[in-house]
């Protein structure tokens, strides 16, 4: 059995009876007025973070989700998306997908705003999507990316990138990792399909991401997720691993590389009126401005004593210079 066919069976037994203890989600469930989650939605709440922000779904959108789960996020994004089939939720494990259309039937009866069509289900692969270029504004998934092998990894980005229109957005939650996780914890299938032993740098998982086009990568949050202990792991040494939100934008590639937004910040604190580092930066005296990291390295090869960059925190909510 290969490992993504391990994979489909422990997710087939997630939809067949939905396991709790699964995933170890690390942000809360969305609160908006009139919106009701079944509580199987929640049960089968199968990812390590959030995804899109209610801000990515403006203008009525068409979203993409790859791998429904119980369709809880897909309920969510319906919310901001209420036309027929402005969602798409594509799984290819069949059991998954009949419990989600099963779930937006309860999700009807208890969301008077709700129809079951806003939702397209549709059996299908990551790696070869279901979906026509460049006919989605925002694509999204969530702890099903980590459990790819590099090269498969590679091509469920491609096919991202493919299908989104031109400054579409995809937004991905994944766990990561900066310690190595060892060839024998790399080959366990069943821990990959728990998303655990696929884990990458931060870096390189950027880097997967920038190399199939995406001009400018957010990093919107870095989270806490797991450790695995030589007491539970065939480890020798402890893994920490957190979980990370990115959004990566289709802008076209800048001549000098993408911009990657990691939450550094400039901050000008001379006595003149501005500092404009003639390529489009203008900084005023101490008003904070969110700069991607290549900006950043621009700005402290000045050596200006009146500039300072802040390092990253790793959490970016908007508002930046580019």
């Not at 494990?93 to 009807?108: C, G, K, Q, W, Y």
């Not at 980005?157 to 060839?183: A, C, F, N, W």
């Amino acid at each position: 059995m290969t490992y993504l066919e391990t994979t489909k069976e422990v997710y087939k037994q997630a939809a067949i009876k939905p396991d709790v203890g699964l995933c170890c989600t690390t942000t809360p469930v969305w609160q908006l007025p009139g919106l009701d989650i079944p509580e199987k939605m929640l049960e089968m709440n199968y990812g390590c973070g959030s995804t899109v922000h209610p801000r990515d779904l403006v203008n009525n959108p068409t979203i993409l989700y790859v791998g429904v789960g119980g369709g809880m996020e897909l309920l969510q994004f319906s919310y901001f998306s209420r036309k027929k089939h402005g969602v798409i939720g594509v799984d290819v494990v069949n059991e998954m997908l009949h419990a989600s259309a099963d779930n937006f039937l309860t999700a009807e009866k208890t969301n008077n705003w709700f129809e079951k069509d806003f939702v397209k289900l549709v059996k299908g692969d990551a790696l070869n999507l279901p979906v026509e270029d460049n006919s989605i504004d925002v694509a999204a998934q969530n702890c099903l990316f980590n459990i790819f092998k590099e090269e498969e990894l590679k091509k469920a980005l491609q096919e991202m990138y493919r299908v989104l229109k031109p400054h579409g957005r995809l937004v991905l939650s994944d766990p990561i990792t900066e310690d190595v996780i060892t060839d024998n914890l790399k080959a366990d299938e069943e821990l990959r399909a728990l998303c655990l032993t696929g884990s990458v740098p931060l870096q390189k998982y950027i880097e997967f991401i920038t190399e199939v086009g995406f001009g400018t990568v957010e990093i919107r949050a870095k989270r806490p997720y797991r450790i695995l202990s030589p007491k539970q792991y065939d480890t020798p040494e402890q893994i920490y691993i957190e979980s990370v939100e990115v959004c990566a934008i289709k802008d076209p590639m800048p001549e000098d590389g993408p911009c990657v937004f990691t939450g550094k910040t400039a901050i000008y604190f001379g006595n003149k009126k501005c500092f404009d580092d003639n390529q489009g930066h203008v900084l005023l005296p101490n008003q904070p401005l969110s700069v991607c990291d290549k900006t950043a390295n621009n700005l402290s090869a000045l050596n200006n004593e009146n500039i300072f960059i802040s390092d990253s925190t790793y959490f970016y909510d908007g508002g930046g210079c580019c």
